[in-house]
């Protein structure tokens, strides 16, 4: 066990945990996070994404230890003040979502996106978008849902 | 109609988009202990002997069971799968013991001290050496095990769990008088269904024989139904609860791995016992689509009429034929397509295999008997010169004909020509391409060819399966609809609101649907399955409503002292037709009506429906005659693809699909159905193969190794359209959709492959370099 100082949408966190375990399993487990899904564990699906320092990662491949000072952001924190963000609602509005499953992973991706490239081209969408796979709608209404967050006021 | 076809947004949204969504891998509950299985390593293998002490003296682990010790059979069709592997492995990946521990690691360190002892038995990987004579045998006792007589026909001793027969006219004198005769064989094999949630299952099997279930299943009722089978248990003793469930796409129906889960629990004194397969479990224990071999052969006129067809599907059945069995007899049921064929033979056979097993995956069956007959369109158009739009125009089944199965086509059946000319005519399929253009294509090596395909399905389900709903009216008016049917996704419980919302005339938002189901306090619904729930609980919906009405009307009665005659429901009110403004509010009415003088009448209101398929019959076993088609929905896709023959990769370049819906019930929904099932079709025909050594081990075994479709994936321009010939018994004359879109994908690509190129192929997938050596290979 050890322990770990991080922060997690915000909110500041000690985490006493095994050295072993991946920055997902301490969201899950540990802080009781379960918008990051386990999809694969081997950094293959995205459906784990969270924005770590900025950055979109696949938690499930990050360890925890590695996460010391680290800023976290996960789903959990992407609505403010009881409303979803528009993000969020684009997605709702656009049926960008079908079982639900990858959904926390592409709006954590789609967020890190649009914070670093408010405008992203279709190519752009798609490329950042790669690493999170779908099997349900097919991809198209999550471009749209990500065109239309970005061209709305944020 | 306010709410009929509009494109209502998911009554779930909110909860998926923030994360709030509980699935069950997010549950977490008092005393929980951690699952871990230990996998064989061997396609087909004796167990001679399994030593489990030093896994138990392991601190920390609570029990380890292994299938010599305690065990069940469990099976929704065939009765041939154990909870546990016992005496033998039949596949690579089956669990044969489990550990429960305090955690996952430790349960994880308990299997690797697990020792079993094997024999390995010779394996049996095709389907035409597995049915022959003195094959190795995958199941030796096959003629002891349970299954549905009558419906299904086991061959014990030539590793057949099934075979169905159809038999109209005859096929020979037939083929005898045909001016052309083509044959062909197709070879397709295993796909994963790979909804990104795995199969988690949490059970608490408790004192007194109260059992608890958590699992991510789309069949409830079925897992209900079948572990209290399978361990002797009264159903009201046995709670299984559907949380969100991550997709399915069938894999997710029967039963799997809570029967598993719950004789851990029962060691454990009933603590509750978490089992998430990983992501290489969910591809080697737990079971895939199964593969195919199917030999057609066609004979015509040479004006281009089908006047006969045989067709032998043999189904790589895998390990266990427990949903298998099924897939074979829906695959027969629809063996030549939605064509008017008088003289047909078809064999459709599930084949035990050392693969791993087969499940239904959308479309059971369909895509896999498509993917040859409507390659066999083309190739008979080729050969006769004719146009492929134009002979399957020639051919389709319309009003006034009959199925193979001899069941008659109505007016109101749905019309597939309708479909095929609509995606036809929007990409110019059978037009040629400009000299300018074939120049062009020369130049470059990329070629471009278009194909169209149609496509039929009716649920394939039993002839007694039905639904239920109840509606409970709140205080203020507002109202909760209950179902035992699962929503993973497909969106039903939206469209069960704008039924709700039309029907009670109640604004939609005031209308909900309680997430999840627990067959404690939900209505039963069979199993959320085979394109079904529109139709049934749809109509189950509507009927509850219907109660809900009559009983609202019988309370405005009261209330206005009118005749319920007089009466009308709008805007939340109950109001006297002749005089609108004399009106009372459902909240006045719904718990009961109050008198000035205090006294009270009625009661809360509560709507019940219940809707069974009607009319449905068992086939005759000789020659499948029969009604199995609840409703019939068609359709057609067509496409243009660009094939670089210096790669092998095919570009879609353009794609239309249309189905004959019956109502569009919600346009936006119906699209998501039909652009997901396009694009997962399109991962069938160009990527998707589950593959193995020579030994029967699996090679993919991550998502690494099995490709499905990226956002990179995408086909070009996608138009969806949709005819709408109203189903007489479907609510607002809806049919079922969920699986359509998948259905005829792999042909339609395989068909423009050759159109472009003139290069026949005529197995899955399409991958590049296959498509590479074939164009060679032409050359
Ligand atoms: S769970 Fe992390 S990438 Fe799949
Ligand atoms: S919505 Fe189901 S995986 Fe994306």
């Excluded at chain 2, 099924?326 to 008017?340: F, K, L, V």
């Excluded at chain 2, 997962?680 to 075994?701: I, M, N």
Aim: charged content about 20%; overall charge negative; some cysteine.
């Amino acid at each position: 066990m050890k322990a770990i100082n991080l922060t997690v949408n915000g909110e500041a966190h000690k985490v006493f945990c095994p050295e072993n375990i991946t920055l997902l399993t301490l969201l899950r487990e540990y802080l009781h996070l379960t918008g990051a899904k386990v999809g694969c564990a081997a950094g293959e699906c995205g459906a784990c994404t969270v924005i770590y320092n900025g950055k979109p990662v696949n938690s499930c491949m990050v360890l925890a230890m590695e996460a010391e000072g680290a800023v976290v952001e996960t789903i959990e924190g992407e609505a403010k003040d009881g409303k979803v963000s528009p993000l969020q609602q684009a997605f709702i509005d656009n049926h960008a979502l079908q079982c639900g499953f990858c959904t926390p992973g592409m709006i954590m991706s789609a967020r890190a996106l649009l914070d670093e490239n408010p405008k992203p081209s279709r190519d752009d969408i798609i490329h950042a978008m790669e690493g999170n796979l779908c099997r349900c709608t097919g991809y198209e209404p999550i471009i749209t849902a990500i065109e239309q967050a970005a061209g709305g006021v944020r | 109609m306010s709410y009929i076809g509009k494109s209502i947004k998911r009554h779930d949204g909110v909860q998926k988009v923030t994360g709030r969504a509980e699935y069950v891998s997010d549950i977490k509950l008092n005393g929980m202990l951690h699952a871990k299985i230990l996998t064989s390593p061997h396609a087909h293998a004796k167990i001679v002997n399994i030593n489990t002490e030093k896994a138990k003296a392991l601190p920390g682990v609570r029990t380890v069971l292994t299938g010599q010790e305690e065990n069940t059979l469990v099976g929704i069709y065939m009765v041939d799968r154990s909870a546990l592997a016992s005496g033998k492995v039949r596949h690579w990946g089956e669990a044969v013991a489990a550990v429960a521990a305090d955690t996952e690691e430790i349960a994880e360190q308990a299997v690797k001290l697990i020792e079993v002892e094997y024999e390995v038995l010779p394996i049996v990987f095709d389907v035409k050496e597995a049915i022959k004579p003195g094959a190795p045998q995958i199941h030796e006792n096959a003629e002891e095990y349970d299954y549905i007589k009558g419906v299904f026909h086991p061959e014990p001793g030539r590793n057949i769990a099934n075979r169905t027969k159809v038999r109209r006219g005859d096929v020979e004198a037939a083929f005898a008088r045909a001016d052309v005769v083509i044959e062909r064989t197709y070879e397709q094999p295993q796909v994963f269904h790979l909804p990104l949630e795995p199969h988690g299952s949490i059970v608490q099997w408790g004192v007194d024989d109260n059992v608890k279930i958590y699992s991510s299943t789309q069949s409830p009722f079925a897992v209900r139904d079948l572990f209290a089978h399978g361990f002797g248990l009264p159903r009201n003793k046995v709670e299984v609860i559907a949380p969100y469930v991550g997709g399915g796409f069938g894999v997710k129906s029967g039963i799997h791995m809570e029967p598993l889960v719950g004789m851990l629990s029962k060691r454990c004194g009933g603590r509750p016992v978490k089992f998430i397969p990983t992501r290489e479990e969910e591809c080697t224990t737990l079971p895939a689509r199964q593969g195919m071999v199917s030999r057609i052969k066609t004979g015509a006129t040479k004006d281009g009429k089908i006047i006969a067809e045989e067709a032998e599907y043999l189904w790589v059945g895998g390990a266990y034929a427990d949903y298998g069995v099924n897939i074979s007899r829906a695959g027969a049921m629809t063996g030549c397509g939605p064509y008017d064929i008088e003289n047909v033979k078809v064999d459709s056979v599930t084949v035990y295999t050392n693969h791993v097993f087969g499940t239904a995956y959308r479309g059971f069956g369909h895509p896999e008997v498509f993917h040859g007959i409507e390659r066999q369109r083309d190739l008979l158009a080729k050969e006769l010169g004719m146009c492929p739009v134009e002979l399957r125009l020639k051919n389709l089944l319309m009003p006034g004909r009959k199925t193979i199965t001899g069941e008659l086509i109505t007016e109101n059946t749905g019309r597939v020509d309708k479909c095929l000319k609509l995606v036809s005519d929007k990409l110019k399929v059978g037009e040629g391409y400009t000299s300018q253009q074939l120049a062009e294509m020369k130049k470059t090596g990329k070629y471009r060819g278009k194909a169209a395909t149609v496509l039929q399905k009716s649920p394939a389900m039993p002839t007694s399966s039905a639904s239920s709903a109840i509606i409970h009216m709140n205080e203020d008016g507002t109202v909760h609809i209950n179902v035992g049917g699962v929503d993973f996704g497909q969106g039903t419980y939206t469209v069960l609101q704008q039924i709700a919302a039309e029907r009670l005339r109640i604004p939609i938002e005031k209308i909900s649907v309680a997430p999840g189901v627990n067959t404690d306090m939900s209505p039963y619904d069979w199993q959320t399955v085979a394109s079904r729930m529109t139709v049934l609980c749809g109509e189950a919906v509507c009927i509850a409503c219907d109660d809900v009405t009559r009983q609202l009307l019988e309370m405005g009665a009261i209330a206005l002292r009118a005749s319920k005659h007089d009466l009308a429901l709008e805007d939340e009110h109950v109001y006297v037709k002749q005089n609108p403004h004399q009106r009372v509010h459902y909240s006045k009415i719904c718990m009961g009506y109050t008198y000035e003088n205090g006294n009270a009448i009625g009661g809360p209101i509560i709507g019940r429906g219940k809707y069974i398929a009607q009319g449905l019959s068992f086939i005759c076993p000789e020659t499948g005659q029969g009604k199995t088609a609840l409703d019939w929905t068609y359709g057609a896709h067509a496409v243009e693809v660009e094939v670089d023959t210096n790669t092998g990769d095919i570009e879609v370049l353009q794609m239309a699909s249309c189905l004959d819906v019956g109502r569009v019930m919600n346009e936006a929904m119906l699209k998501g159905q039909v652009v997901g099932g396009v694009l997962q079709g399109l991962g069938t025909a160009l990527s998707e193969v589950v593959r193995y050594d020579d030994k029967g081990r699996p090679l993919t075994r991550n998502l690494t190794d099995y490709k499905i479709p990226t956002f990179k994936d995408m086909p070009g321009n996608l138009d969806v359209s949709y005819v709408e010939t109203p189903q007489l018994d479907g609510p607002y004359g809806a049919r079922g959709v969920g699986e359509h879109p998948l259905i005829s994908i792999t042909a339609v690509i395989a068909n423009a492959l050759a159109n472009a190129t003139g290069v026949e192929m005529f197995d899955l997938p399409l991958s590049a370099d296959k498509v590479r050596a074939a164009l060679r290979q032409a050359k």
